[in-house]
């Protein structure tokens, strides 16, 4: 896919990560310019290292983060719905589903102290046309790291003109500042080596509850000396910060449950519906349920788990991630 002609376009830098670099793969009979997009499918290709260790980790993962790659189309999604897709640039792009999925974990290996090269091809689709300007985006996604292919995913985003997101989000406060503020939950700390981590300073989650039939719950809360910003410019928890939480979460189940070896482990597929926003300063927990074991393709052991990120009584999150255990 390096070697594709297109029409290199800018593109903001990931959180943590360097600058990325989307390529447009115009068709021989596509018009260049947004008002030839807009109708039909276009093809990109977006390339990005995987900062190793990756911020948040600590020295010596193990892996690359798999939710990486999400947080890097994420970061362009709204951008190419206003630069190709004629998209307002008053209306917000926010991603509420996502799945990722890597069939051979091992090409998620982290190869020494050196960063790799994400590369994603991505095929967008736009959605919910109206007077020739979508709604929504569409994403069919495939990942190659150092062009070897590691995996595939699909995401959404809806644009969200200036009222609309502005009430959504004066909804969301309020929700958050009527809810009871109940009593502090235990800040018991969790042992980074649990969530693959080597610092308490890189580790969100705290306090378990669990595991009870193979459920667990904790709190979650940025420790000081975080090294990603805990707010957006909107204001709200990130979503990069929110996928961390989920990944540290369904390590640390798997490892109470199943006894996987933490250090040993990454998500090999994720599936994620935001259903809200996250509010900072406001007590955030996260609850999992993690299934039975079993085994991929290579003979590795596996297991699923359903998690629930929930702030003022709400949903705000919900996912299912597959953990796997390396040799």
Known sequence: MGGDEGLPVGA????????????HRPRSWEPVGPAGLSGGE?????????????????????FYDLQASAEMVREIGEFLGQSHFGVPANRTGIFYRFTVAAPDISAWRAQG????????????????????????????????IDDVPCGAGTANVVFLPPAVHRNHRVLS???VRAAPAGAAGPRQAVDPAEVGRTAPGHVLVHGPSGPAHG??????????????????????????????????TALLTVGRVHR??????????????????????????CAAVAGGCGRDDGGR??????????QAGRAVLEAVATVTEDF
């Open 260 to 285: 996987f070896a933490a250090e040993r482990c990454a998500l090999s597929s994720l599936e994620v519906h935001f259903r809200g926003y996250v509010e900072p300063g406001a007590a955030l927990r």
């Open 301 to 310: 052991r596996q297991a699923p788990v359903t998690l629930t990120l929930a």
């Open 12 to 23: 903001p830098a990931p959180q943590g990560g360097g600058m990325l670099r989307l390529v």
């Open 113 to 144: 102290a050196r960063a790799a090269l994400l590369t994603t091809l991505l095929r967008v689709r736009p959605d919910k046309v109206i007077d020739g300007v979508p709604r929504a985006l569409e994403f069919r996604t495939e990942l190659r």
């Open 42 to 62: 276009a093809e990109f290709v977006l390339t990005g290292e995987l900062p190793h260790p990756h911020p948040g980790s600590g020295e010596g993962p193990r």
């Open 215 to 248: 459920r667990l719950s904790v709190g979650v809360a940025v420790p000081p000396g975080w090294p990603l910003p805990p707010v957006t410019e909107h204001g709200h928890v990130p979503a990069a910060l929110q996928l961390e939480a989920l990944r540290q």
């Open 173 to 175: 406060r309020a929700a």
